[in-house]
């Protein structure tokens, strides 16, 4: 198996700045890039997440008001967001209806409400019963979407949407993503990377590689190989083998499926000041040819590093 040297699953190529972006927006996001940030939110953040791939951004974030009343008692697990923003961006050319609610009768993108500006370009806002939806062409042929939820604050939705709206910023700068590893197939590309942030301080990130081609014929049958690191430790459950490597507990799933194996292998006790981070390797079926035997997967996930200045886990803050 052709492997690299060493990867580091980040991207050091020009940056876009904002004039590029919406002059003549990319037919294709490059992965490794960060394109959007917020410059206002309606409260604290609980949960936050932000996934890139080569035709879409998205940002998902969860939060409650600054007045809002809380409980000591109240279980983290069953947290119910006073607010949430979902806001997607879509590359240039790229159907905005397969994530803005259009009419299916008329074919009209977005759906009919009342029009306004988003950052002196024309916008639609649609209503909602908690909802507001404001979707508006960023750059020629190119579109942003967000939709805010509030379960109260009835008074203030129509505010709360455009204030987020109009906070959007469109910085297009390398995304210095947390991790290197060793023993990924010689060509692998870059397709998607995920980042979670979560109050109570559980973090993970992971980046999806294209380790082989795709069929024409055949194209859910992606040869992916998914790495990361997650503070979520090994759990112990019955279907879980345990395992040791390089004298670093870690786990192994394993099914066997018509095309290959789907396996997923973590392994703890992480070099570095992470000392909760485990490091993760998802290998799909239709990639597990390519990628060896569980000993070849446990030590791809015995390699991961995170970057020097990641850390802190503290610091993968992205909003």
């Known amino acids: 198996m052709a492997v690299v040297a060493s990867l580091s699953a980040w991207v050091t190529g020009r940056a876009l700045n904002t004039d590029d972006i919406v002059t003549s927006a990319p037919v294709r996001f490059d992965p490794g890039q960060q394109i959007m940030r917020l410059g206002y939110l309606p409260g604290p953040v609980e949960t936050a997440e932000y996934t890139t791939g080569p035709e879409f951004h998205r940002l998902d974030i969860h939060g409650s008001f600054d007045d809002a009343p809380s409980t000591e008692e109240e279980d983290a697990s069953s947290f119910d967001p006073d607010w949430s923003i979902e806001l997607r961006m879509a590359a240039r050319g790229v159907d905005i209806r397969s994530v803005v609610p259009y009419d299916e009768?008329?074919?009209?993108?977005?759906?009919?409400?009342?029009r306004l500006q988003v950052h002196g370009r024309p916008a639609f806002q649609a209503t909602f019963d908690f909802s507001r939806v404001l979707?508006?062409?960023?750059?020629?042929?190119?579109?942003?979407?967000?939709?805010?939820?509030?379960?109260?604050?009835?008074?203030?939705?129509?505010?709360?949407?455009r204030r987020v709206a109009e906070g959007v910023r469109l910085e297009a700068?390398?995304?210095?993503?947390?991790?290197?590893?060793?023993?990924?197939?010689?060509?692998?590309?870059?397709?998607?990377?995920?980042?979670?942030?979560?109050a109570d301080g559980h973090i993970s990130y992971s980046a999806d590689y294209l380790v082989g081609r795709v069929e024409e014929d055949q194209p859910d049958s992606r040869p992916v190989v998914r790495v990361g690191v997650s503070t979520e430790k090994l759990a112990r459950a019955r279907h879980l083998d345990r395992v040791t490597v390089a004298g670093r507990s870690a786990t192994v799933s394993e099914s066997r499926r018509k095309a290959g194996t789907m396996g997923i292998y973590r392994v703890a006790q992480l070099p570095g000041r992470c000392?909760?981070?485990?490091a993760e390797v998802w290998i799909e079926p239709y990639a597990s040819a390519v990628m060896g035997?569980?000993?070849?997967?446990?030590?791809?996930?015995?390699?991961?590093?995170?970057?020097?200045?990641?850390?802190?886990?503290?610091?993968w803050r992205f909003w």
């Open 105 to 114: 009768d008329s074919g009209e993108v977005p759906v009919r409400g009342e």
């Open 135 to 161: 979707t508006w062409e960023y750059a020629p042929d190119a579109w942003m979407h967000m939709m805010l939820y509030a379960k109260s604050a009835e008074d203030r939705r129509d505010e709360i949407a």
């Open 173 to 198: 700068t390398p995304r210095a993503l947390p991790i290197r590893v060793k023993g990924l197939p010689d060509g692998a590309v870059l397709e998607k990377t995920r980042l979670y942030w979560k």
């Open 275 to 278: 000392a909760d981070c485990v």
């Open 293 to 315: 035997d569980r000993d070849d997967a446990l030590k791809l996930a015995a390699s991961i590093r995170l970057v020097e200045g990641h850390e802190d886990p503290a610091r």
